[in-house]
Nanobody
Framework: QVLLVESGGGLVQAGGSLRLSCAASGPIFSINDMGWYRQAPGKQRELVASITGGGSTNYVDSVKGRFTISRDNAKSTVYLQMNSLKPEDTAVYYC??????????????WGQGTQVTVSS
């Protein structure tokens, strides 16, 4: 079973920064796309940023220029550097990874979520 373990959430004032990390472990052959989603109270989960195995990135318009997604393939880890945080960034942030297992099956995994709260 593959586990995605997130860390780095917390409480920060508007304008501050946080860095989220998500490490994958288990019977991994390779990891394709990795991404960060968020879900605020009463809202649907939305894609914040994604990164392919080759390093191509994609961002939701509301975070462009403020957030940066990156990955370390050797560590099976994806990061989200969040700068200039705004109260509307407050949400539970979830890591996602499309994992090719050692069996060569491809499975989509989610982390448990980490709370990010931005105070005004």
């Amino acid at each position: 079973q593959v586990l995605l373990v997130e860390s780095g959430g917390g409480l920060v004032q508007a304008g501050g920064s946080l860095r989220l990390s998500c490490a994958a472990s288990g019977p991994i052959f390779s990891i394709n796309d990795m991404g960060w989603y968020r879900q605020a109270p009463g809202k649907q989960r939305e894609l914040v940023a994604s990164i392919t195995g080759g390093g191509s990135t994609n961002y939701v318009d509301s975070v462009k220029g403020r957030f940066t997604i990156s990955r370390d393939n050797a560590k099976s880890t994806v990061y989200l550097q969040m700068n200039s945080l705004k109260p509307e960034d407050t949400a539970v942030y979830y890591c996602n990874a499309v994992v090719v297992l050692t069996t060569r099956a491809t499975v989509n995994y989610w982390g448990q979520g980490t709370q990010v709260t931005v105070s005004s």
